[in-house]
Nanobody, 120 residues
Framework: QVQFVESGGGLVQPGGTLRLSCTAS????????????IGWYRRLPQTQPRELVA????????NYGDSVAGRTTISRDNSKNTLYLEMDNLNPDDTAAYFC?????????WGQGTQVTVSS
């Protein structure tokens, strides 16, 4: 069974740095490397749809959400089936549930999410 598990959320001070990890299980490293889209998304408080934070696209290109571009880095280690997110200079507007998600052959996979709260 394919599973994505996020870790690294919690309380972060304004101006601080967020580091998240997402590890996929139930798949080979070869499958992990073939996702058409794999990335981080977040659901802000009082909203329903998830918004893009950062993602890898087919061919290795990256895509960043407008509100986080320039202070966010997505990376991956295919040998460990793990996706990473680092976000600097956090502010209260970054408070959200963060999810890793991926798509392969028309099927979407999501982790359970990890809550990030930016507050002093």
């Amino acid at each position: 069974q394919v599973q994505f598990v996020e870790s690294g959320g919690g309380l972060v001070q304004p101006g601080g740095t967020l580091r998240l990890s997402c590890t996929a299980s139930g798949m080979s490293s070869e499958m992990f490397s073939r996702f058409e889209v794999i990335g981080w998304y977040r659901r802000l408080p009082q909203t329903q749809p998830r918004e893009l934070v950062a993602a890898f696209l087919s061919g290795g290109a990256t895509n960043y959400g407008d509100s986080v571009a320039g202070r966010t880095t997505i990376s991956r280690d295919n040998s460990k089936n793990t996706l990473y997110l680092e976000m600097d200079n956090l502010n209260p507007d970054d408070t959200a549930a963060y999810f890793c998600g991926a798509r392969l052959a028309g099927r979407a996979y999501w982790g359970q999410g990890t809550q990030v709260t930016v507050s002093s």
